[in-house]
């Protein structure tokens, strides 16, 4: 295949572009017209370019020193009887789940619906109001006892980053995704470089899917909210199911394993000029909050 050359394209400047914006906007300063506000209420430009990035070059020293991981597909089962949770956890991971999640109140359910399940090769994590002894669970981690900050949920991403911040430091943020593609991306890159700052950097970040109401628009949402969050460096991911057949959500993150090749990575989208302005706000507005 030949190889492209980039440099046959003109070099276009921050102010070639206003003027060229100007006059198709009749006149009107495209400055004050192109601004906008996403979802989370940010300020934007219309336009960034390469000039934007100059004093945004912490984001690439920092995630230029980020090992690489590979990121884990979940899936969250809850355990009300032992027999139909043991069969959807193997479904899971013979389905290509790393590991699941299990909801549990009853503890005396957990024997039977780990049964035939090798947890030497897959991770098993627990979320439960009850006290769980944690003798004989080498391997598997108990939340909320102690190791995990359950993030509740919301559609502000610096309100998100604050609770993150504020909580205690715990092994297992466990955290929900954004529907806005490139906000996601933007705020899971805030939260690695926040929680690197704050000497945090081994914590492991979880993500979730939330529900949404139409079950149609889940299934988009689980790929898009999915991608954007893997792209951002969740370490784990889990897909919530529209119609009652997680094979459907489960084979969503497989096919964002296998056919897009995002398996291990360390920050993919560094140098992407909107998505860097962006994640620099939002590290910005939360340390504004900090103060």
Not at 97 to 109: A, K, Q, R, T
Not at 157 to 174: A, C, H, R, T
Request: hydrophobic share 35%; aromatic share 8%.
């Amino acid at each position: 295949m030949k190889e492209l050359n980039l440099d046959i394209f003109p070099k276009i400047s921050n102010d070639q572009w206003k003027k060229l914006a100007e006059n198709q906007l009749k006149g009107v300063n495209p400055d004050d017209k192109l601004k906008w506000r996403n979802s989370a209420e940010i300020s934007l430009e219309g336009y960034y370019d390469q000039s934007d990035l100059q004093e945004l070059e912490y984001l690439n020293t920092y995630f230029s020193q980020v090992k690489s991981h590979r990121w884990k597909l979940y899936e969250e089962v809850t355990v009300k009887d032992e027999k139909e949770a043991n069969r959807q956890i193997l479904n899971a991971l013979m389905g290509g789940c790393d590991g699941v999640i299990l909801s549990i109140e009853n503890p005396d359910l957990l024997d039977g619906a780990l049964k035939e399940v090798d947890r030497n090769i897959c991770d098993i994590s627990i979320r439960s109001n009850e006290h769980i002894n944690p003798e004989g669970l080498s391997g598997m981690m108990i939340m909320p006892d102690g190791n995990c900050l359950l993030v509740e949920e919301t559609e502000n991403p610096i309100s998100q980053l604050l609770e993150v911040l504020k909580g205690e430091d715990q092994n297992f943020i466990y955290r929900n995704a954004f529907s806005d593609f490139f906000l996601e991306i933007s705020t899971v890159r805030a939260l690695r470089f926040l929680l690197g700052e704050a000497g945090r950097g081994n914590n492991h970040i979880h993500t979730y899917i939330p529900k949404h109401q139409s079950n149609e628009h889940q299934w988009f949402l689980n790929t898009t909210a999915g991608l954007a969050s893997i792209l951002g460096g969740s370490h784990s991911i889990d897909f919530t199911t529209a119609i009652g057949d997680p094979r459907i959500s489960r084979n969503t993150g497989n096919l964002i394993r296998e056919e897009s090749g995002i398996d291990e990575y360390t920050d993919q989208c560094g140098g992407s000029y909107y998505i860097e302005v962006l994640t620099d706000k939002i590290i910005k507005g939360v340390k504004e909050k900090l103060k």
